[in-house]
């Protein structure tokens, strides 16, 4: 039978989000113990209390990270948002409007970001500006994905466009989202 902190080391070597946020300090411990408790049980084969689970990710250490130059990359970034902007959906390319930042082609319409300054906007657009070497570096978005699901932010999508990462958010979650990631780019 597996022991309970020999699971919560495999899950949090295997995935990078949670090694990063644990070595860096950025951690929260109460939001990972949330995500894997499940895995752990299932793992072990019993139920297991939240808090031994908290308790073995505090006291968790880990050697140098894999992942150092993906978060010197982030730490060297800049951040902004903007508010005012829409997420609209067209049958004819024609028809998509000269303030689109963004237009996808989906099966039959065109779905655009598009700004909407002085109308009622719910859509905000962080975008994360990386350093020039960035561009040949993946992983990055899902770094960034794995990041804000930890703390249970919902973002509409997520965008990687060279070196800009670009999250369309719900206004009601772009100041939390933008915290966290100010967090993980500005702090330690």
Request: proline residues 3%; contains cysteine; hydrophobic residues 40%.
């Amino acid at each position: 039978m597996t022991k309970i902190s020999d699971a919560v080391k495999v899950i949090v070597n295997n995935n990078l989000i949670f090694s990063m946020a644990i070595s860096s300090g950025l951690c929260n411990y109460t939001k990972i113990a949330e995500n894997i408790k499940d895995k752990v049980e299932a793992m072990t084969g019993k139920p297991v209390k939240f808090n031994t689970i908290v308790k073995v990710l505090a006291n968790m250490k880990t050697q140098k990270p894999e992942y150092i130059d993906d978060l010197d990359i982030l730490k060297r970034s800049s951040l902004t948002i903007e508010y005012e902007y829409s997420v609209i959906y067209f049958d004819d390319i024609k028809k998509i409007p000269d303030n689109a930042i963004l237009v996808m082609k989906e099966s039959n319409y065109y779905v655009c970001i598009a700004s909407n300054k002085g109308s009622e906007s719910k859509i905000a657009l962080i975008k994360i500006i990386l350093p020039k070497e960035s561009s040949f570096t993946p992983g990055l978005t899902l770094l960034i994905t794995d990041y804000l699901m930890t703390y249970g932010i919902k973002f509409t999508n997520i965008y990687r466009l060279d070196t800009e990462i670009w999250i369309i958010i719900d206004n009601s979650n772009a100041g939390k989202a933008l915290y966290h990631l100010s967090t993980l780019l500005h702090e330690n």
